[in-house]
């Protein structure tokens, strides 16, 4: 079956970094799109970031510049560094993959002084 499992969040400091891993398993991860999204209590989830199959990816404005998406096929794991981190990035944040559409646990991420 497919699984997602996460590492690598945590508190951070206001314009601290942090790096999220995500490793797939039970699936061609090389053939699929990956993407992370974030949810925080009493707002809908939205997505933060997104890599195809071919590397292409997409930012949404609120971290265009700051986030990067990068996904190693070798060992089926996509990652997310945040960098310039914003109180209003705290959340707890997912990867995801469209077969059959597929979520990882989820891990939080504050960001605070």
């Known amino acids: 079956q497919v699984q997602l499992v996460e590492s690598g969040g945590g508190l951070v400091q206001p314009g601290g970094s942090l790096r999220l891993s995500c490793a797939a398993s039970g699936f061609t991860f090389s053939r699929y799109a990956m993407g992370w999204y974030r949810q925080a209590p009493g707002k809908e989830r939205e997505l933060v970031a997104s890599?195809?199959?071919?590397?292409?990816?997409y930012y949404p404005d609120a971290v265009k510049g700051r986030f990067t998406i990068s996904r190693d096929n070798a060992k089926a794991t996509v990652y997310l560094q945040m960098n310039s981190l914003k109180p209003e990035d705290t959340a707890v944040y997912y990867c995801r993959t469209p077969l059959y559409d597929s979520w990882s646990q989820g891990t939080q991420v504050t960001v605070s002084s």
């Open positions: 890599i195809t199959n071919t590397g292409n990816t």
